[in-house]
């Protein structure tokens, strides 16, 4: 590993959940404060943030919150990346010695029910949204289904990723859905979008993180400073035959999604190979997610899961902990706080301040990753 | 690429040539819309709103398509051939749907 140029000093969280009369610019902004405290920064130290949301307001308005500093302050909008992409931007001005101390924030506030997005906005024809076919769980199900088939995984195995997302849940005072669901109970709930059922899915919510960086340089300017090393923060987006969120057609010969091209120059800009990694986060906006993008990011082989899930590899106490607070499946996904949660979830293990649901043995690397539409990733890898 | 469009999505060339595409094909994947989808843009009413499939249908070695599928759920299963039907949302406008091609008339 080379020298790491930029360290996180500081995660803040506000709860994910429903959380009436408060607004997700106020979850932003109380995430950045407790990060700000966890960091012993203030506010003013920031130079340089970036932030954002799906549908819950710009980011920069929140120094009426925090403070009108001056800052540089960059609002993102980029979907289910746009905390990553807030991420990249502010690692990238890190990297580059424009600013010494950065912020990062991501919130967001989702009525119930599935996202409705409009074609138009997203480069497509209008009868696409008219037919139907404007679902993203549509996406989930089909591409899950065709995984299945070519690799011959099955539906029990969508309930274990369920089940333990649930039961890490449990240990998570932030975490929204921490009623422990047997295996049985998830297979047997309402099919939602074939063949997932009603507890294999996400649902939009509510929440907001914040992390603070610094240069390495300046940790020797605080106090008590408590470390983890960002060694690297990559997007990417689509390739013409990929098969990706709001695809009304897919070539024959399908190139590999952005997740694959993400990770990878994730770990060779990190130095840090896939089996390195002791605790992973990555998008699990349903069951057949998480089974996917453990393979696209290279952390298993495609057809592997099956036989991973069965012996508890991905458990807390496994070989390869995955999604160790939940995950979007017990978490929601409130869209711009996704990303930087897994952030928050993963510095946390590699502090040792994960209390009961802390990965065994000193976890030393860590790796995030998020997906979505119309197919973008970001992934991040982390060491102590 | 589908549907057309005025430049190539893969080397951004203005060169477009229509080509009819076949109008039979094998189920890829699958699923099933079984809430109604949020409205706009769905042209239809959730009081009155019927579960449908939706896929990518493999026409030929040509291209995979994504359409509402007709026909009963339970029934469909990757490669069954299919066909394309006409299909008008609630407002008669026309959309297109793939249906199971019955055994009678399939080869």
Known sequence: MSEPAVAIVGIGLHPFGRHEGVSGLEMGAHAVRLALQDAGLRWSDVQFAAGGSSSSGNADTMVADLGATGLTFLNVHNGCATGGSALVSVYNALVSGACEVGAVVGFDKHPRGAFAEQPEDWSLPAWYGTAGLMVTTQFFGMKIRRYMHDHGIEAPTLAKVASKAFRNAANNENAWRRRPLSEDEILNARMVSDPLTQYMLCSPGEGGAALVLCRSEYLARIQRARPIYLRSAVLRTRQPQSFDVYSPALGMELSPSPSVAAARAAFEQAGVAPSEIDVAQVQDTESGAEIIHLAECGLCQHGEQSGLYRRGATEIDGELPVNTDGGCLANGEPIGASGLRQVYETVLQLRGDAGERQVPNEPTAGFTHVYGAPGVSACTVLSR | ?107
């Open chain 2, 1 to 107: 690429m589908f549907p057309l469009r005025k430049r190539c999505t893969a080397c951004a060339g203005s060169e477009v040539i229509r080509r009819l595409l076949p109008s039979r094909g094998t189920l890829w994947t699958y699923t099933v819309q079984r809430f109604a989808p949020p409205s706009p843009p769905y042209r239809g009413s959730a009081e009155t709103f019927t579960p449908f499939g939706v896929g990518y249908v493999e026409l030929d070695d040509v291209v995979r398509v994504e359409s509402r599928l007709i026909g009963d759920p339970e029934t469909f299963r990757i490669g069954m051939v299919l066909e394309l039907v006409p299909l008008l949302d609630v407002d008669g406008e026309p959309i297109y749907a793939f249906a199971p091609v019955h055994e009678e008339t399939s080869k």
